[in-house]
């Protein structure tokens, strides 16, 4: 079982920064893929960026490239997504999420939700124009 607790989010306008942090608990010795997920109202839950714990080795959605950043501190158990330049289609509320398969392999399921099965709370960001 694996224990998930994000932080950070907040209101902010566009062009605007925030670092929304996943801390972990409980079966963290396994490396997976720890995933950033946005639902904004009304919508689905889109994937935006994934981070393997294993390596390190990063993947963004579209929308997010060249703006956010993942980072880990496996010390801590915690990752990190650091985001610039945002808009109000960044608005929503962001999940954390461990990853089904442990392991490089779950480097190959991309950001799909249905193949994460640990989830957070999630934190609320909100952009104004």
């Known amino acids: 079982q694996v224990h998930l607790v994000e932080s950070g989010g907040g209101s902010v306008q566009a062009g605007g920064s925030l670092r929304l942090s996943c801390a972990a608990s409980g079966d963290t010795v396994s490396p997976r893929c720890m995933g950033w997920f946005r639902q904004a109202p009304g919508k689905e839950r889109n994937g935006v960026a994934r981070i393997y714990t294993g390596g390190g080795t990063t993947y963004y959605a579209t929308s997010a490239k060249g703006r956010f950043t993942l980072s880990q501190d496996n010390a801590k158990n915690t990752v990190y997504l650091q985001m610039h330049s945002l808009s109000p289609e960044d608005t929503g509320v962001y999940y954390c999420?461990?990853?089904?398969?442990?392991?490089?392999?779950?480097?190959?399921?991309?950001?799909?939700?249905?193949?994460?099965?640990?989830w957070g709370q999630g934190t609320q960001v909100t952009v104004s124009s």
């Open positions: 999420a461990a990853s089904r398969v442990l392991g490089a392999p779950c480097q190959n399921l991309g950001l799909a939700h249905v193949n994460y099965n640990y």
